[in-house]
């Protein structure tokens, strides 16, 4: 071994090291300028210099004993660092500067399965050269470091940088983890870190703090994800071409923004606070027809940018919080799972479900072209904990494959320019108003409304409407049932059915059935023809009814119709006359004339 001590000035170490160790101590701080390739022959064991001011070095390569260099001022790097090729083992190299020039990597710095440390205490740790090729690649800085070289090849990442608002910026040719090295995970004081793996993978083992700085996460070839490491942060911006995953409980960042560019490739993130979709180094969240799934574990879920999933699906989960924003939506499937969500719109989602948890909160989605209240995921239909439900197509057609369950709430169903039908789902809830185009029917056997108020506005466009127990016609978004000429078609199957707004059908039929119980209420009714069916109908009035048709099959129930202009008892339908079972009939036109073209049978 060769030991120098109290070196200052230039060594010509320009010979055949023969596996030996060589150590230098500048003791006083002096400039150690080392001349020549040190072991261009044959490799030392290993290389120390301590103590040094300014250390000059030329191309070193060492066995498995590594090469370790501090110096005071600086560390000037005039050749390649490394192992030599027929090395049992590769030996870690560690530069460490403790002044404020920091380390500057401008040659190669070759560790193989080594491990790198580089530091500067007071400065920063720059690359202008490299790459940089270790196992553990350790940065400990004071300052802005960035070490961007695109052929710089480690396996581990860990970081340290000490100083207010100083960032760290790291690309690897291929696949690295955030892990443990000289330090764990990656640490700035509110400085931003942005990492890229070009080729590969870019995994979290250990986490990320930033503070208030911002995280950029790039995979460009391949995939960000976390195994157990967290991001805390400002705002954080993954971008990748494959499915990423960042679902470990501790993330917490105030921002995400995401592109994922490979097809059918999605993104899942989990955060344990309260995040927004914003603006980042992307704006929003965007894959090319991949799943996209957010969640705010104890807080709320915002949307200022779009979430846009293209053919795939969306679940939205805030099972403390709300979810809301004016960032539009796009998906196959919208999943919303909150406490509430009072206000979310879309571009172009085909199925919404969603379950709102917290009492008496309201639920409210609008999109432009047609969509149904469907399945996604493990969310069925549309559920509020007593919360209103607004649900809204401006442009196409809603649709109810499964059920919008809003408990003692109302539910607002509009189809501006189109139609609201049921296909297999129902209503539950307290007041029910319907708004559409287009002919509307809400005909599933479940459906139970204590009240239903609905406005179709396209000319000759009806409604009909089942309840499977008793409903009154009555006030909502809008004052009882109106048609432009449509007909309307109500049916109480278990219950009453009571009037006590009006319905309104124009020139068109309407049609009244409750078989298990009684019609009435003072509501007016419009129509060309009325046909009432039910167990009685004690009083019915209407302000222009061309033609009358009423079963009444209750025993000794009585009918009674009032209305001021001639009507005719005539056949509505299926129902031909009026006829009871026993029951008195009263039949009254008060200014104009009573005709009867079928039977009047009591």
Same mark, same amino acid.
């Given at each position: ?6 070196v ?16 230098l ?10 001349v020549g390739?040190v ?10 210099v301590t ?15 590594g090469?370790?260099?501090t110096?005071q001022t600086?560390?000037?790097?005039n050749?390649?660092?490394?192992s ?16 404020v020039?920091?380390?500057n ?5 070759? /560790?193989g399965?080594?491990?790198v440390?580089?530091?500067?205490? =007071? ?6 050269g490299g790459?940089i ?27 340290n ?18 892990g443990?090295?000289g ?17 590969g993978?870019?995994?979290?083992s250990?986490?990320i ?16 994800t976390?195994s ?11 971008q ?33 606070n ?17 799943d996209?799934?957010?969640?705010a574990?104890?807080?709320?879920l915002?949307?200022?940018q779009?979430?846009n ?13 709300s ?22 719109? =879309? ?8 379950n709102i ?12 072209g ?20 607004t ?6 057609d ?7 369950d /809003? ?24 007041v029910?108003?319907?708004? =559409? ?8 056997a ?15 466009q ?6 499977a127990?008793?409903?009154d016609?009555?006030t909502?978004g ?10 309307i ?5 278990t219950?009453?059915?009571?009037l ?8 068109a039929?309407?049609?009244l059935s ?5 019609i009435?209420?003072?509501?007016l ?5 009325l ?9 019915l ?10 079963n ?13 202009g ?7 339908g ?5 006829t009871?079972?026993?029951?008195d009939v009263?039949l ?8 009867l ?6």
């Amino acid at each position: 071994n060769i030991i120098f001590n109290n070196v200052s000035g230039s060594l010509n170490a320009d010979v055949a090291a023969n596996n030996r160790t060589l150590t230098l101590n500048a003791g006083t701080g002096g400039t150690v300028n080392l001349v020549g390739a040190v072991g261009n022959v044959e490799a030392l064991q290993a290389l120390t210099v301590t103590n040094a001011g300014t250390v000059n070095l030329p191309a070193v390569t060492t066995r498995g004993g590594g090469i370790s260099v501090t110096a005071q001022t600086a560390i000037n790097l005039n050749g390649t660092l490394g192992s030599t090729a027929n090395s049992p083992t590769d030996g870690n190299i560690s530069l460490s500067v403790a002044g404020v020039v920091g380390l500057n990597i401008s040659q190669s710095v070759n /560790a193989g399965t080594g491990n790198v440390s580089l530091t500067a205490t =007071a400065g920063a740790v720059t690359e202008t050269g490299g790459p940089i090729t270790a196992s553990v690649l350790t940065v400990q800085a004071a300052k802005t470091s960035t070490l961007t070289v695109a052929t710089n090849d480690v396996t581990t990442l860990a970081a340290n940088i000490t100083s207010l608002n100083q960032s760290l910026s790291y690309t690897d040719a291929t696949t690295f983890d955030v892990g443990t090295g000289g330090v764990t995970g990656i640490t700035t004081n509110n400085g931003n870190v942005t990492l890229t793996a070009t080729t590969g993978n870019l995994t979290l083992s250990q986490g990320i703090a930033a503070g208030l700085g911002n995280v950029s996460l790039t995979a460009t070839a391949g995939a960000v994800t976390e195994s157990t490491g967290a991001v805390l942060g400002n705002v954080l911006t993954v971008q990748a071409q494959n499915t990423s995953l960042l679902t470990t409980a501790t993330n917490n960042v105030a921002t995400l923004a995401a592109n994922i560019t490979g097809a059918n490739q999605g993104l899942s993130y989990t955060d344990a606070n309260t995040f927004d979709v914003g603006t980042g180094g992307v704006i929003g969240i965007t894959t090319i027809n991949g799943d996209i799934v957010l969640t705010a574990t104890t807080g709320n879920l915002t949307l200022t940018q779009q979430v846009n999933a293209g053919t795939a699906n969306v679940a939205l989960s805030a099972p403390n919080g709300s979810i809301s924003g004016a960032g539009l939506i796009t998906a196959n499937g919208l999943g919303v799972e909150a406490q509430s969500a009072p206000t979310l719109n =879309a571009s172009a989602v085909n199925t919404l479900a969603a379950n709102i948890t917290g009492l008496n909160n309201p639920f409210s989605f609008t999109q432009a072209g047609t969509f149904d209240v469907g399945t996604v995921g493990p969310i069925v239909g549309v559920t509020t904990n007593n919360g209103n439900v607004t649900l809204t197509a401006t442009t196409g057609d809603l649709t109810l494959s499964q059920n919008v369950d /809003a408990g003692a709430a109302n539910v607002s169903l509009t189809a501006t320019l189109g139609a609201v039908t049921e296909s297999t789902g129902a209503v539950l809830g307290n007041v029910l108003t319907v708004q =559409a185009q287009n002919t509307s029917l809400l005909t599933t056997a479940t459906n139970n409304v204590a009240t239903l108020a609905a406005n179709i506005t396209g000319a000759n466009q009806g409604l009909s409407y089942t309840d499977a127990n008793t409903f009154d016609v009555g006030t909502g978004g809008v004052i009882g049932i109106t048609t432009i000429n449509g007909d309307i078609v109500l049916t109480a199957t278990t219950g009453n059915l009571t009037l006590t707004q009006q319905v309104n059908a124009g020139t068109a039929n309407v049609a009244l059935s409750a078989p298990n119980g009684s019609i009435s209420g003072a509501g007016l009714i419009t129509a060309n023809g009325l046909g009432v069916e039910a167990q009685s109908a004690p009083t019915l009035n209407a302000s222009a009814v061309n033609t009358l048709a009423a079963n009444i099959t209750g025993l000794n129930n009585p009918f009674s119709f009032t209305q001021a202009g001639t009507f005719d008892v005539g056949t509505v339908g299926p129902i031909v006359g009026v006829t009871t079972n026993n029951g008195d009939v009263t039949l009254t036109a008060s200014l104009g004339n009573l005709t009867l073209s079928q039977n009047v049978n009591a």
